[in-house]
């Protein structure tokens, strides 16, 4: 009896009823699920699984597209998207100005009617900064210019280059074992445009002044024109024997 009592107070305490004598196995029946319900819940477990089976193979093949094009993002220049962007720019640039001469419309003019003034001072000051015109100061720098404005004036030829690429194929593209000389023919209008330019460079070069600059933040030293000549002449034969005077009554301390 005590031991039966026992039972039941442990019964009680975890929270089960209790369970007469030869009742048990009873219970075990009723706790054990049907085969019905055991295939519903196998069923439902292998549909999660092949839920989860397919997410990761469409995981690892996103994956796999992410690293290919990872990998070609890596081996293009570093450079690549701001001259891919550059490119697009001038076709949309090109196929304006052929809208606009269909059209017998002046492409300068219609682009400066869509601009605001705002953009337009800031782009005009943007390019002052980019490439200030500070007049000659040496040949290296000169000739540095030179090579950033005839960059500038370069416009693919996206016809020619077809043209060149059926004609020439794989050598169009050289390797370090390559010979190019004497394979390359210019055309007539390149030619012309060459001649142009030159041309355009003798006009200028004879037209030519030096420029210059006006600082703003130097210190105004004179009364008029006539006055800052003079007073640039003194300085640069002058100034380094006279920087100290200068600096004692700029300051106050000259005796």
Known sequence: MAAEAAAVAEAAARGCPEAPDGGSS??????????????????????????????????????????????????????????????EWELKVEEKKKECAARGEDYERVKLLEISAE?????????????????????????????????????????????????????????????????HVPTKEGIDRMVADLEKQIEKREKYSRRRPYNDDADIDYINERNAKFNKKAERFYGKYTAEIKQNLERGTAV
């Open 119 to 183: 953009d337009a001072e800031r782009w005009e000051r943007k390019k002052k900064r980019k490439n200030p015109d500070l007049g000659f100061s040496d040949y290296a720098a000169a000739q540095l210019r030179q090579y950033q404005r005839l960059t500038r004036q370069i416009k693919p030829d996206l016809e020619q280059y077809e043209k060149l690429k059926e004609q020439y194929g794989e050598a169009l593209y050289p390797t370090s074992d390559s010979l190019l000389h004497g394979t």
């Open 26 to 87: 009873g219970s075990e029946d009723e706790a054990r699920p049907s085969p019905a319900a055991a295939a519903q819940k196998r069923e439902r477990w292998l549909r999660k699984f092949r839920e989860l089976h397919m997410k990761r193979n469409e995981a690892r093949k996103l994956n796999h597209q992410e690293v290919v094009e990872e990998d070609k993002r890596l081996k293009l220049p570093p450079n690549w998207e701001a001259k891919k962007a550059r490119l």
